[in-house]
């Protein structure tokens, strides 16, 4: 799958064009360049939004997934990786994002690292466990990459957070192309 094509079917480019995002426009463009590479990846059924309140604790413990309103066929690493980053990037996260720095966002390909610097290491962990149990590592910094920006487009979002976590994870996906 080409990764533009990833990403646009997250983020449109028209979306990217927002007049918020003018002040972020070289470094959108720079990325947006970068796109035209192909990584290989499984297609799953997945959930598609899968963010901490649409997990719910049944009585006995036992998580109940709600809002199926996106799922479908997507990256086997799709919700793993929306998951870990709902933490980061979804309007009801828990905590702040003080610990949230450039250097840390540089550090997302390396899940011991980025965890480390977060007040959430275990769930970051167990998230990038479960995304690497059922995609490749190349496939993972793809999804992530596609998910940052989509981020872009929702006005809570620090745009310089979501381009960060693009920024790395696209290194990550050119890095594995030689």
Request: hydrophobic residues 45%.
């Amino acid at each position: 799958m080409a990764l533009s094509d990833l990403r646009a079917e997250r983020v449109s480019n028209e979306k990217l064009a927002m007049k918020k995002l003018q002040p972020f426009r070289d470094q959108i463009d720079a990325l947006l360049a970068e796109e035209e590479i192909d990584v290989e990846m499984d297609i799953w059924p997945q959930h598609g939004d899968l963010h901490g309140e649409n997990v719910l604790i049944d009585r006995r413990g036992n998580p109940v997934m709600i809002d199926f309103g996106d799922c479908g066929e997507s990256p086997s690493c799709l919700d793993p990786v929306t998951l870990e980053m709902s933490v980061l990037f979804h309007k009801d996260r828990p905590g702040d994002l003080e610990w949230l720095s450039r250097e840390v966002c540089a550090e997302w390909p390396d899940a011991g690292r980025f965890a480390a610097a977060s007040p959430y290491p275990e769930f970051i962990l167990a998230c990038r466990a479960w995304a690497n149990s059922v995609a490749n590592a190349r496939a993972c910094a793809a999804v992530a990459y596609a998910h940052a920006m989509r981020q872009l487009k929702y006005p809570d979002v620090e745009p310089w957070q979501a381009l960060a976590v693009a920024s790395s994870a696209l290194r990550e996906v050119r890095g594995f192309s030689g």
